[in-house]
């Protein structure tokens, strides 16, 4: 293990005795240390049972929004991909902010794009869900 990464785990360690959420960056990983896994890869997909639509989960993984989106989207079990900008490499990024400006022009995030016909921007479960009917 090395040195650094060795650190951050002594660190996180120590850190989880207090009652708060730390997390810890390892190469494309955020790692949740009260032992769950938070976020993610930059990109990737969940596979639910309701797969009537294409749907694109546009946010930062930091973003509270994003995560609630992203949670109401698996509760109902919906198939969906997602990419987290902030993760990304900078040669993917601009590609992801191309389609991004597509349908939102102010680049805020979350922005879901369904069957690359309509958008959702920002979270807004019950707008979201008639989208999904």
Same mark, same amino acid.
């Given at each position: 293990m090395s040195e650094t990464l060795s650190s951050r785990l002594l660190l996180a360690q120590v850190a989880c005795t207090v009652p708060t959420l730390v997390a810890c960056c390892i190469p494309q990983r955020l790692v949740c240390l009260e032992g769950r896994e938070a976020i993610v890869d930059a990109k990737g997909s969940v596979h639910g049972t309701d797969q009537r639509h294409d749907v694109l989960l546009l946010g930062l993984s930091t973003c509270i929004w &994003?995560?609630? #989106? +992203?949670?109401? @989207?698996?509760?109902?079990?919906?198939? =969906? +991909?997602?990419?987290? =900008?902030? @993760? @990304? !490499?900078? !040669?993917? /990024?601009? #590609?992801?902010?191309?389609?991004?400006? #597509?349908?939102? %022009?102010?680049?805020?995030? %979350?922005?879901?794009?369904?069957?690359? !016909?309509? &958008?959702?921007?920002?979270? /807004?479960?019950?707008? @979201? /869900? /008639?989208?999904?009917?």
């Open positions: &994003c995560r609630r #989106t +992203r949670e109401m @989207l698996e509760a109902e079990n919906v198939s =969906f +991909r997602y990419v987290y =900008f902030d @993760l @990304l !490499q900078e !040669q993917e /990024k601009e #590609t992801y902010l191309e389609l991004l400006r #597509t349908w939102n %022009p102010r680049e805020s995030y %979350p922005t879901v794009i369904i069957d690359d !016909q309509s &958008c959702v921007i920002g979270h /807004k479960p019950e707008e @979201l /869900k /008639k989208a999904l009917v």
